[in-house]
């Protein structure tokens, strides 16, 4: 008695190969998760960009520290009322 395997191959009626329709199903799969991986990638970066340009924005619109621990308005030319 012989143990091999038969494979049982399943035929459409244009006598198509079902592996062929898993091994092109397969293929469209692949491609999905490779362009979801980029799809992320690139939203990412996108977000870290504009964290970063919203952070150099914040930084240059912020005062400057007054010197010698004046506050700015004790810097200015107006004569002070009190």
Known sequence: MSNT??????????????????????ALRRQAIRDGKTL?????????????????FLLATAPAPASRGLSSMAQ???PQVW
Request: proline share 0%; glycine share 10%; no cysteine.
């Open 40 to 56: 992320r990638t690139i939203r990412a970066g996108l977000l870290t960009a504009a964290g970063v340009l919203g952070l150099v």
């Open 5 to 26: 395997i038969s494979h049982d191959t399943r035929r459409g009626a244009d006598v198509s190969d079902f592996d062929s329709y898993r091994t092109s199903a397969t």
């Open 76 to 78: 200015t030319e107006a």
